[in-house]
């Protein structure tokens, strides 16, 4: 199910159009859940922050992520990515903890960051939701 959702994000997203014409490589349905995190970027993250993620002004504010100094601590783009703000929709429940770490990890060493310390997917998971407890769990 998350991959059917990945794949209708990745077709809805502001920067479809645009991340379609730069990538011979898009992500169909099936590859989805296989997706780094720079097609990620590419296919999602790009349409608002654009290409060489420096960001846009213009109907909104996009900010940059390129050599922004908010991302030297990982949990800042983790719970940017997980929850969205403002207008950057949530895409926590898209993104499989690894693609969260992927993208993560590619913004981070990307666009003039380099930063080194790698994220992990099991450290995105202490950034979802605790499950709230069924019946079953009583």
């Known amino acids: 199910m998350k991959?059917?959702?990945l794949a209708i994000a990745l077709l809805v997203?502001?920067?479809f159009a645009l991340a379609q014409k730069?990538?011979?490589?898009?992500?169909?349905?099936?590859?989805a859940s296989h997706a780094t995190g720079q097609q990620i970027f590419t296919h999602i993250c790009q349409g608002c922050h654009m290409a060489d993620a420096?960001?846009?002004?213009?109907?909104?504010?996009?900010?940059?992520l390129a050599s922004n100094p908010k991302l030297?601590?990982?949990?800042?783009?983790?719970?940017?990515?997980?929850?969205?703000?403002?207008?950057?929709?949530?895409f926590g429940p898209l993104l499989t903890d690894a693609q969260?770490?992927?993208?993560?990890?590619?913004?981070?060493?990307?666009?003039g960051n380099a930063y080194s310390d790698t994220l992990k997917p099991d450290d995105v998971k202490a950034f979802r939701p605790a499950a709230a407890p069924t019946?079953?769990?009583n």
Do not use: L, Q
């Not at 730069?22 to 590859?31: G, M, P």
């Not at 420096?54 to 940059?64: I, L, M, S, W």
């Not at 030297?72 to 207008?87: F, L």
């Open 13 to 15: 997203s502001p920067g």
């Open 72 to 90: 030297a601590s990982a949990a800042y783009p983790v719970v940017m990515v997980m929850n969205g703000r403002g207008a950057m929709p949530a």
């Open 100 to 111: 969260v770490a992927d993208v993560v990890n590619y913004v981070r060493s990307h666009f």
């Open 3 to 5: 991959t059917i959702i």
């Open 135 to 137: 019946d079953e769990d």
């Open 22 to 31: 730069t990538d011979a490589d898009f992500i169909d349905a099936k590859e």
């Open 54 to 64: 420096k960001g846009a002004v213009g109907a909104g504010h996009y900010p940059a």
